[in-house]
């Protein structure tokens, strides 16, 4: 089963107030370029859609297809449903975007939940999972509801992340109507940061398992940085694909492997159980970043959210009480608990930052889990990487001649890919990196992006409520995110400089 990246057309209505307008890739269905508006009437900002396919949230290894959707047109009633106007070809059941949602977040992400159990203490942990779960899928909730209210609002059938997030400031106070296009860039930035830092963490992943298991058979033992840069180079050409059907066998493959290692890796977890007394309960408040960043990392998933809501059949069934949201996302929460917990209570103060590593090192079906779990991370790379660089080819492509656009092309993913592999190798220790790349992209683009976008979207209409319990409530989120985001860097960053000086 596969998801699209969205991309949804819609048209400007005739209004004072500046409108984002999404374009789709149907060039025959829009009028092509920045509308040109005259002195006297509104400027219209034109917006490419560029959130995360679904498939890409958490390390999953499923497939990707782009589909083409046309946008429906405005319409003059007051009473505008944007979902009446959605024309989607292949519209998603809930119960598959049900399946979409679990498909997308359980990835590679829930192997490092028993290290971030190992920051926080068994007890705190199980809490602090459920707490900081429950929180980010409050978050997905402000996002989607805001995106509701602004396609009625501006008369849009569908929008981006992005799209919300500058739509957003142009409806909110006039300060911040000039940072509207900086807020689209941003959430744009940190969304391919986010991506790019899971594709070094993903090369960290492959050849800190493939050392591990190779090491036991050869007398010469070769560093995880040189298997980094070993691995790096057949990525090199794998990304130079640039029809995402190709690489489909591949994903394929990788689903197979990761769900047979990772059921595997359950069985050694599940046997021989010490008692819940032997490990600590709460561990000292320093390690809490560590945690935050690595429970963010695996559970947030707030960059596909608007391509699942977009393509669903019936959009208002994706929020609310009770809705698909919420039953997938307590289902992912449950899992990961479940994961942290029991993984944490097997290996203790000994728990890696992917519980793989953990596993015999002389034990064969223990080396065989290592190998297939690495390989489906190593083909997921391809399809991880696909979407930054999607983002930033949309960016840089108008900007050269269409004789050099191939060759620019190529060159753009080279240099990606060995730029993540020069990352993966100054830092190749797992469980900080997983734990600044949530603590930096996911806790501002999970809590502090929706947070803002709320406060700007109900400014005036309907206000922030009786006490103005909105502004305080959703200063509390940005208070949240970004402690989380200082804490966590700083944490990790130390974690970094102890390995580096050899205090680790």
Same mark, same amino acid.
């Given at each position: 089963m596969?998801?699209a ?5 819609g048209q ?6 500046p409108?984002?307008v ?5 060039s *025959?269905k ?5 509308n040109?508006?005259?002195i006297g009437?509104?400027?219209?900002i034109?917006?490419d859609m ?7 949230a958490?390390g999953?290894t ?5 589909t083409?959707?046309?946008g429906g047109?405005d ?7 944007? &979902? ?5 070809e292949?519209?998603t059941?809930?119960l598959?975007t049900f399946?979409?949602?679990l498909k ?7 192997? #490092? ?8 203490g068994?007890?705190f942990?199980l809490?602090?999972? %459920? ?17 509701h209210i602004?396609?009625r /609002?501006?008369?849009? !059938? ?6 919300v997030?500058?739509? #957003?400031f142009?409806?909110? !106070?006039p300060?911040?109507?000039r ?10 930035t940190?969304?391919v940061?986010?991506?790019?830092g899971?594709?070094?963490i993903?090369?960290?992943?492959v050849?800190?398992?493939? *050392?591990q ?5 050869l *007398?010469? =033992?070769?560093?995880? /940085?040189v298997?980094?840069m070993i691995?790096? =180079?057949?990525?090199i050409f794998m990304c130079?694909?640039?029809n995402?059907? &190709? ?7 990788a689903?197979?492997?990761m %769900?047979?290692g ?10 021989d159980l010490?008692?819940p007394?032997e490990? !600590?309960?709460l561990?000292a408040?320093?390690?809490w970043?560590?945690? %935050?960043?690595?429970v963010? +990392? ?6 596909v959210?608007?391509s699942?809501?977009?393509d669903?059949?019936?959009p208002?069934?994706f929020?609310g009480?009770p ?8 289902? @992912?929460?449950a899992l990961y608990?479940?994961v942290? +917990?029991f ?10 930052a992917?519980?793989?590593?953990n ?6 079906l223990a080396?065989?889990?290592?190998l ?8 997921? &790379?391809?399809?991880q990487?696909?979407v930054?660089?999607s983002i930033?080819?949309? $960016?840089?492509?108008h900007?050269i001649r269409?004789?050099r656009?191939?060759i620019?092309?190529y ?5 990606l890919?060995?730029l993540?592999?020069?990352?993966? @190798?100054a830092?190749p220790n797992?469980g900080?990196?997983i734990?600044?790349?949530?603590a ?5 683009? $999970?809590?502090?992006v929706?947070a ?9 209409d309907p206000?922030?409520?009786? %006490?103005n319990w /909105?502004l305080?409530?959703?200063?509390g ?5 970004? =402690?989380?985001? =200082?804490? $966590?860097?700083y944490?990790s960053i ?9 205090g680790?």
């Amino acid at each position: 089963m596969t998801l699209a990246v969205i991309s949804g057309t819609g048209q400007a209505c005739d209004t004072k107030i500046p409108t984002v307008v999404s374009s789709g890739y149907d060039s *025959e269905k829009t009028q092509g370029g920045r509308n040109n508006a005259s002195i006297g009437q509104p400027k219209f900002i034109r917006s490419d859609m560029a959130d995360v396919p679904v498939q890409q949230a958490a390390g999953s290894t499923l497939p990707l297809v782009i589909t083409r959707k046309k946008g429906g047109g405005d319409s003059d009633d007051g009473n505008y449903n944007p &979902f009446e106007h959605r024309k989607v070809e292949h519209p998603t059941s809930d119960l598959e975007t049900f399946v979409h949602l679990l498909k997308g977040s359980l990835g590679s992400g829930i192997l #490092a939940m028993p290290m971030a159990f190992s920051h926080a203490g068994l007890w705190f942990g199980l809490v602090a999972t %459920f707490a900081v779960g429950t929180l980010c899928t409050y978050c997905v909730h402000v996002l989607v509801k805001c995106a509701h209210i602004l396609c009625r /609002r501006r008369k849009i !059938p569908m929008m981006g992340f992005a799209d919300v997030a500058e739509q #957003a400031f142009l409806d909110g !106070p006039p300060a911040l109507n000039r940072w509207s296009r900086f807020i689209r860039f941003m959430v744009n930035t940190f969304l391919v940061l986010d991506l790019l830092g899971c594709c070094c963490i993903y090369l960290v992943f492959v050849a800190t398992n493939v *050392e591990q298991v190779v090491s036991v058979y050869l *007398e010469t =033992v070769l560093s995880v /940085r040189v298997w980094i840069m070993i691995v790096t =180079v057949p990525l090199i050409f794998m990304c130079l694909v640039r029809n995402l059907k &190709f690489l489909t066998p591949f994903s394929m493959i990788a689903n197979i492997l990761m %769900f047979v290692g990772i059921v595997i890796t359950f069985i050694y977890m599940f046997t021989d159980l010490p008692a819940p007394s032997e490990r !600590p309960g709460l561990v000292a408040v320093s390690e809490w970043p560590l945690f %935050f960043g690595t429970v963010i +990392f695996a559970l947030e998933g707030i960059g596909v959210v608007m391509s699942l809501e977009n393509d669903m059949r019936n959009p208002t069934h994706f929020i609310g009480c009770p809705s698909v949201l919420n039953f997938g996302m307590g289902l @992912v929460i449950a899992l990961y608990t479940l994961v942290g +917990f029991f993984g944490f209570l097997k290996y203790g103060p000994d728990t890696e930052a992917s519980i793989t590593l953990n596993l015999p090192v002389e034990d064969k079906l223990a080396q065989s889990v290592k190998l297939m779990i690495a390989i489906a991370i190593f083909f997921t &790379f391809t399809l991880q990487f696909y979407v930054p660089v999607s983002i930033l080819w949309k $960016g840089l492509e108008h900007k050269i001649r269409p004789e050099r656009q191939n060759i620019s092309e190529y060159g753009l993913r080279v240099a990606l890919v060995v730029l993540c592999g020069g990352i993966a @190798v100054a830092l190749p220790n797992l469980g900080p990196f997983i734990s600044l790349i949530g603590a930096v992209c996911l806790s501002t683009l $999970g809590m502090i992006v929706p947070a803002t976008i709320e406060l700007a979207v109900y400014h005036e209409d309907p206000g922030y409520g009786r %006490f103005n319990w /909105r502004l305080w409530k959703n200063s509390g989120l940005i208070l949240f995110g970004v =402690v989380g985001f =200082v804490a $966590g860097t700083y944490v990790s960053i130390i974690e970094f400089h102890a390995e580096f000086s050899g205090g680790h």
